[in-house]
């Protein structure tokens, strides 16, 4: 079993639409969780950080965190073409970081 | 503030050569770091520097790979001997240290070996 999970994707979705990104980890003890974007050819820029369960909102980005389901969620309001990417998960239990592979995520406009 | 920067961007050796790759993380950040990806792959962890602490060399696939950090400062990985499969982007991060503080990545350098 992989210890950080996602769908790699592609996920499709129409420009306005909402999309949801999901990610599973492994490691109950996890403490640090965080999303990453990656545009092709481009190195992973962060987009948002949680620790707590429950949501965190920054914009149009809402991370959702259930410790308990060792479930992280990311979803993206308004999507807009440019929100085209790779998303990344990352989870951190010490200082180590463990990355997802990513879902790519497509928003026709 | 300035970000990670990494050099060079691109590099471009024949097999057997050995090269250096350069990383200067965001200044006061303590933790840095070095991952691989290849084309279409995830972030492979390589080696994890904390300070003046003993690095995490874990993640090195070999013993064709090292690095060094200077105090809290400038990182290097040396790749000895290279080979095809050591064709990759090379990825450095910076953080404040801990385990709640994030990474900011350099821009990356893309090596390719011939």
């Known amino acids: 079993q992989k210890e950080v999970e996602q769908n790699s994707g592609p996920l499709s979705v129409p420009e306005g639409a909402i999309a949801s990104l999901n990610c599973t980890y492994s490691d109950r003890v996890s403490q640090s969780f965080f999303w990453y974007r990656q545009y092709s050819g481009k190195s992973p820029e962060l987009i948002m950080s949680i620790y707590s369960n429950g949501d965190k909102e920054d914009g149009r980005f809402t991370a959702q965190l259930n410790k308990a389901s060792q479930y992280v969620s990311l979803l993206i309001r308004d999507s807009q073409p440019s929100d085209s990417a790779t998303y990344l998960c990352?989870?951190?239990?010490?200082?180590?970081?463990?990355f997802g592979t990513g879902t790519r995520l497509k928003v026709l406009a | 503030g300035a970000g990670v920067s990494q050099s060079p961007s691109n590099k471009v050796t024949e097999k057997g050569k050995d090269v250096e790759l350069r990383c200067d993380p965001i200044?006061?950040?303590?933790?840095l770091y070095w991952y691989r990806q290849r084309l279409g792959q995830g972030l492979e962890f390589l080696i994890y520097f904390q300070g003046n602490s003993a690095p995490d060399k874990s993640g090195l696939p070999s013993d064709r790979f090292s690095a060094e950090r200077t105090g809290e400062s400038v990182s290097t990985l040396t790749i000895q001997r290279t080979q095809q499969e050591d064709s990759a982007v090379y990825l450095c991060?910076?953080?404040?240290?801990?385990?709640?503080?994030?990474?900011?990545f350099g821009p990356g350098t893309r090596l390719t070996v011939t």
């Open positions: 991060a910076s953080s404040l240290g801990g385990t709640t503080y994030e990474q900011y």
């Open positions: 200044s006061g950040h303590t933790a």
């Open positions: 990352a989870v951190s239990g010490t200082y180590k970081y463990i």
